[in-house]
Each structure stands twice: as structure tokens, then as C-alpha cells.
């Protein structure tokens, strides 16, 4: 059925649509009680943000979302925000914003199809089965007329997949590519046997670092489900402060969202725990997916050589590989994680842009941009720690 004949809705609030309606958008292949692909897209994640008010009035995360409806059913919905900033979202556009503003423009407020602070690939468009095409077309078409409606500048989708960047870019967005790094599982059995699959040097390193780091005079406890105690997010909260303050200034989660995320999403999320005489001194923060783990949030009170390694990327690949996971994604940026076994990979976002002339000139700006990442991609896998024969010394 043709997009005109979809109804959209804009929604002010996660609280506005039932979890059922939502979810059997967002993530249908859980209704079998099993994981959603994507825990970020799910109703409970994004309204914790609401409720926490980690995001919505003074946060520059306004919550406009869309809802697409055919024949008086829900059939695609989309996470979307009124932004007045550009941080959070690791797709940077700040040059752009710069660039326009220089020119006499107003770059800010912005439309962007996203999960606050969230650099995990996933799908934006969120669609029920066998409304793809028809859901994701409304979707587009109701943004666009949201942002010219309002003169905004702009419309920007990240870390979508690279089916949507493949449909957008036929709908007229602008495809972007980037590059983060992530772990594959190629069937190892534990940890030692993906070990054996690395040139020596680099298996030599990591036992090194991962021998150094679980000699800090302490344990190290993976807590999941009902196993994370309410206790743990006042450490946890401690050492996402002292990061945030760090790299943001300002954290951008509230004490309230790990109280409420306790509540809702215990069940989506590993807490790894570095334990000294009892007291959590550092803690890494991961969210499970059906076959993936997302690394999200680090922190410490105390600076032990390596850890941060042990928790943030060993630990989640013991984790990976115990419960069969394919995928470990370890967030934004970081060569340094390519000595340690993740590879980088292409990530994915859509852009429109008002103006003519501005859009003309991202237009040529990313396709340099998709050329150069391409080759720094194929570049640093070549340099990736994997044997490059079978033969190499082991």
C-alpha cells in the first residue's frame, strides 16, 4: 500500500504508546519471549531514558517520535529527538553545524533518529514484519515534513544498518560512512582457542595484560539479571561520573536511570565488577542482545595497570564466547582496541539537508569521507593481530 495512505503520529512521549504496540515494531522477534536483536530500540530502554529524564526538557534530547499507522494499526515507529546540541551521538557533525552558522544559518534545533548516547548499530526504522518498505517510507517522508515544516536545518539517522542506509539513500537521504571496531566469534571454543587464532606477539600481549590486570589484589565478578544487586549502581555511578566528567564534562545519564534501568533492564545488561576487600574499585556496564554484546559505560576509583583492558574487552569476550554471541561491539572509537582482537568494521547513517546549496556540498564531502574510510578500514585490518597463514609460528 502506497506511503500516503499511512498516517503519521508524533508522539511526545515513550509513555504515549503501549510497550506491545512499540515493541512489535522494534523488536518482533522477541515476542517468543526470547532477547530482542537490539536492546536499545526496545520500549523499556527508551523510556527509562525518559523517566530518568536522562533525556527530554534541558537535556537537548527532545523526545518527537514517530508512529506510522495503517488501517488503524501501529505498523512502524521510529526513536526521534529535537536536538539543540550536537553531543551524545557519535556521528560528528560539528564542522557542518560550524560551517553553516558561519554562512548565516541556524544549524540548531535538529532532527535526529537515534538512541541517546548509544554508538550501537541497530535498525532506526522500526518496522513491523512485511511493512518494511511502506513503514520505513512513511517514516522518512513524516521526518522530512516534521523538520520543513519547522524550518529546521536538517534530519540525521545514525548507526542505522546498511539495509537503511542502502533504502534511504533511495529515498533521497544522504548515506554516511564510518568505522568503529567490533569482535567476531568464529566458533572458538573459549578464550584460549581464540588466543591461538592471533599471531604470537600479539597472544603473547594480551596474556601479559590479562595476567597483569587479575593480579590488582582483587576478583573480578560478571553479574547479570537478578544477580546485580541495587548496591552496585551506587559503585557503578561513581565510576561513570568520574568518566563522564572526563570525557564530556558532563555525564550524560542521571543517578535515576541506573535505579530505573535496575527495575526494567537488569535482564539486558552485564556488570562487570573489579572487587577489592569487598568494594567495587572499577566496573564495566555491557547490554546483551539476542547475538550481540554492547560495551557501553567504564569507569574506576582506582588505577590499576591493564584493567580497563580485563573488563572492557577480555571479559566481554569470555562472555561472548560462553553464551555463543557473535558479535562484540565495543562502542566509539579506539585503534587501540585493534591489538586486542576487534576489528574495524563500516558503520552507517542517513542525512537530508533544507538547504540546496549546504546539502550539495555534504553531498561531495561524504563521499570523500565514505573513500577514505574504506581504505583506512582495509588498512587496519591488514595490520589486525590474526595469523596471516596458518603456517605462522604458534
Request: charged share 25%; aromatic share 10%; glycine share 10%.
Amino acid at each position: 500500500m502506497p506511503a500516503e495512505q499511512v498516517e503519521i503520529e508524533v508522539l511526545s512521549s515513550l509513555a504515549d504508546i503501549p510497550a506491545a504496540e512499540w515493541d512489535a515494531c522494534a523488536c518482533p522477534e522477541a515476542a517468543d519471549g526470547g532477547r530482542p536483536d537490539d536492546p536499545f530500540t526496545t520500549h523499556r530502554f527508551l523510556k527509562a531514558l525518559e523517566d530518568s529524564r536522562s533525556v527530554g526538557a534541558g537535556t537537548g534530547w527532545q523526545p518527537h517520535h514517530l508512529a506510522a499507522r495503517r488501517a488503524g494499526q501501529i505498523i512502524a515507529v521510529a526513536p526521534l529527538y529535537a536536538k539543540t546540541h550536537s553531543q551524545g551521538e557519535y556521528i560528528f557533525d560539528h564542522n557542518w553545524a560550524h560551517a553553516y552558522e558561519r554562512a548565516g544559518g541556524r544549524y540548531y534545533p535538529k532532527l535526529q533518529i537515534a538512541v541517546p548516547f548509544t554508538p550501537a548499530t541497530g535498525r532506526r526504522f522500526l518496522t513491523r514484519p512485511g511493512a518494511e518498505r511502506a513503514g520505513m517510507a512513511a517514516l522518512v517522508q513524516g521526518a522530512i515534513r516534521l523538520a520543513a515544516q519547522n524550518r529546521l536545518s536538517s534530519l540525521h539517522a545514525t548507526f542505522c544498518t546498511e539495509a537503511e542506509a542502502r533504502a534511504g539513500a533511495d529515498l533521497g537521504l544522504l548515506p554516511r560512512v564510518t568505522q568503529q571496531f567490533h569482535w567476531e566469534n568464529a566458533g572458538y571454543a573459549d578464550f584460549d582457542a581464540f588466543l591461538a587464532s592471533l599471531s604470537s606477539r600479539k597472544r603473547k600481549n594480551i596474556r601479559k595484560e590479562r595476567a597483569t590486570a587479575q593480579g590488582f589484589g582483587g576478583t573480578i565478578t560478571g553479574y547479570t539479571g537478578e544477580t546485580i544487586q541495587p548496591g552496585h549502581w551506587d559503585a557503578f555511578w561513581r565510576f561513570y561520573q568520574d568518566t563522564g566528567a572526563r570525557k564530556w564534562g558532563t555525564p550524560y545519564l542521571t543517578r535515576a536511570f541506573f535505579d530505573r534501568a535496575h527495575d526494567t533492564l537488569r535482564d539486558d545488561m552485564l556488570l562487570v565488577l573489579a572487587e577489592r576487600d569487598g568494594e567495587p574499585v572499577a566496573g564495566a556496564l555491557n547490554f546483551i542482545g539476542r547475538s550481540r554484546l554492547y560495551g557501553r559505560y567504564w569507569g574506576c576509583v582506582e588505577d590499576h595497570p591493564c584493567l580497563h583492558f580485563e573488563l572492557c574487552y577480555y571479559q566481554a569476550i569470555d562472555h561472548a564466547i560462553a553464551h555463543g554471541l557473535d558479535t562484540v561491539e565495543a562502542g566509539a572509537q579506539g585503534a587501540h582496541k585493534l591489538a586486542r582482537g576487534y576489528l574495524p568494521v563500516a558503520t552507517h547513517s542517513l542525512h537530508w539537508i533544507a538547504d540546496p546549496g549546504f546539502r550539495g556540498a555534504i553531498e561531495q564531502y561524504l563521499v570523500a569521507e565514505r573513500d577514505a574510510v574504506e581504505e583506512e578500514i582495509e588498512v587496519m585490518t591488514d595490520y589486525g593481530p590474526f595469523r596471516k597463514t596458518m603456517t605462522e609460528d604458534t
